[in-house]
């Protein structure tokens, strides 16, 4: 829930962890309703653009990097040879951008179901859809829950969930049916990663995800931990559910010989996000 007072105050409020988080605004500058939700861009003083949608912050022009960087390129570094990447949601077309860095990739389709999230990203963060051209890239305008249900079994190399929390169209990505959809479309060895929220604020949610993802048969699970400061607490999580085997690190080698930028990935951030502070393995053991 977020309020947009008239002194120019942008704050989400967290009721479930009595805090609030807020962004100085020096002008709203769109607002959609769209058959799904209501999509908000406004001017931030000191953050560039903000997207809101259902009055929750999705992503700042600022710090976004932190966010699509953590859902692309660890996975994609941990996958001996990712080849067939899938997005579900992710119409903003940041985590896209981020997977196209990626020259073995050959094939990126992205799943969005609400075309006006794209639409809105093409005119106020043209550079994150600056790829979309990509001829390796397909956008999709569909359900991300029924494409997983009907796709070929086996053909997908990594799948990455990158979508609001579990309101509204995202939902429904977060339980054991999704998950099971995942684990068949994926190839030996595929790897799911979704965005799975705050570890100081949303434990239940965050083990409960877990649960669901071995509960539907996948063999190993890997949460990263990374700052991400406009949601709620700054600190956010990804979680990695692989097919088949357990994880084994990650490619060091090829991430220090990658040939593209990155803001704020790199080998050694990777193996940091890895380590995880006492009470979150607690909290893991006792799921
Ligand atoms: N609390 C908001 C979490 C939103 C996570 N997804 C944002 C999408 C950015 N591509």
Not at 34 to 42: E, L, T, V
Not at 188 to 204: A, D, K, N, R, Y
Request: aromatic letters at 10%; proline letters at 5%.
């Amino acid at each position: 829930m977020s309020v947009f007072d008239d002194k120019k105050w942008l704050t989400e409020v967290f009721a479930d962890s009595g805090s609030v988080f807020g962004l100085a605004i020096t002008e709203k500058l769109d607002e959609v309703q769209s058959p799904f939700q209501k999509i908000a861009m406004y001017q931030t003083s000191h953050f560039g653009k903000l997207m809101v949608i259902d009055d929750v912050i999705m992503l700042s022009s600022r710090d976004n990097f932190l966010y699509h960087e953590m859902l692309s390129h660890p996975v994609l570094f941990t996958h001996p040879n990712p080849k067939n990447v899938v997005i579900i949601g992710g119409g903003d077309c940041g985590t896209l951008r981020e997977v196209l860095k990626h020259p073995g990739v050959e094939q990126v389709t992205q799943i969005d179901i609400d075309e006006q999230v794209t639409r809105m990203a093409e005119k106020y963060f043209p550079e994150l859809c600056a790829s979309n051209n990509d001829p390796r890239a397909t956008l999709k305008f569909e359900d991300g829950i029924k494409f997983m249900r009907e796709v070929q079994p086996a053909s997908i190399d990594v799948i990455i969930v990158d979508s609001t929390d579990p309101i509204g169209p995202g939902e429904g990505l977060f339980n054991r049916a999704f998950y099971a959809n995942c684990l068949a479309a994926l190839s030996e060895g595929g790897i799911l990663v979704q965005q799975s929220e705050s570890p100081l604020i949303h434990m239940p949610l965050l083990t409960a995800m877990r649960s669901a993802m071995l509960d539907a048969g996948f063999a190993a699970l890997q949460t990263l931990n990374f700052p991400q400061m406009v949601y709620p607490s700054g600190w956010w999580t990804c979680t990695m559910a692989r097919k088949n085997s357990a994880f084994n690190g990650f490619r060091v080698s090829d991430v220090q010989q990658a040939g593209f930028a990155t803001e704020y990935y790199n080998a050694e951030i990777h193996q940091a996000a890895m380590a995880l502070p006492n009470f979150v393995k607690k909290a893991f053991n006792a799921s």
